[in-house]
């Protein structure tokens, strides 16, 4: 059961436009939501999070939107840089499953296309 | 501050033979996490620990997996006998509890033949 989902496996921007990641959830228990970025033969590194009681968050040129009534988020990259081509994973976490476990999604591969 | 450690990067082994993978977690980090990343199921939490203690090990695949944690600092991850069809992408991750955000290592990649 993929408790948190994203279903664009791919997504191609061209440099300057806007970059918009989607990811939906099923468990109402989560309230808290992350987004990593990954880049070949690394490992995930943390981009930005946003607790359930605000429904924005910014940082730069990232931004992450959630819509708690339809479970979904969204980030937000603007403008895109070529070197925002990465995999893009969302992530939850809440009081079920024991504090600070998070659930990944499957991820979304970004090229941002010059 | 050097970042979660992991060893070896790289890991070519035969069917039937153990495999060790080793984490380092960052110092001061209470939490530690292994993953498993593949190409079907992207990533998967096999196991947790907070404070070295076990909390969740209800990802791990089968009896053939085990971790253990002797201390803060170091945390393994053993699959004994290996299968091809473990091969994959095995992060290890840490974070402070009670804050979210986890920090990964740069996993090991695993090639069972």
């Known amino acids: 059961d993929q408790q948190v989902k994203q279903n664009s496996p791919s997504l191609s921007v061209q440099e300057g436009r806007i970059s918009i990641l989607n990811c939906d959830y099923t468990?109402?228990?989560?309230?808290?939501f992350l987004w990593y970025k990954k880049y070949p033969a690394e490992g995930p590194t943390f981009l930005i999070s946003i607790s359930s009681i605000k429904d924005k968050n910014e940082d730069g040129r990232f931004t992450v939107f959630l819509n708690k009534s339809a479970k979904h988020l969204s980030l937000h990259i603007v403008p895109s840089q070529p070197g925002d081509s990465a995999v893009y994973f969302c992530a939850a976490s809440g009081l079920t499953g024991g504090g600070n476990k998070l659930t990944f999604g499957t991820g979304t591969q970004l090229k941002v296309e010059l | 501050d050097a970042g979660v450690i992991q060893s070896p990067r790289h890991e070519v082994t035969e069917m039937g033979q153990e495999v060790t993978l080793r984490c380092k977690p960052i110092?001061?980090?209470?939490?530690l996490f292994w993953y498993r990343q593949t190409m079907m199921r992207g990533l998967e939490l096999l196991i947790y620990f907070n404070n070295n203690v076990p909390i969740d090990d209800s990802g791990m695949p089968e009896d053939r997996f085990s971790a253990k944690m002797p201390n803060a600092s170091f945390s393994t991850l053993k699959i004994q006998p290996s299968e091809p069809r473990d091969s994959a992408v095995y992060f290890c991750?840490?974070?402070?509890?009670?804050?979210?955000?986890?920090?990964f290592g740069p996993g090991t990649r695993l090639t069972v033949t």
């Open positions: 468990n109402s228990m989560f309230d808290y």
């Open positions: 991750a840490s974070s402070f509890r009670p804050t979210y955000e986890q920090y």
């Open positions: 110092s001061g980090h209470n939490s």
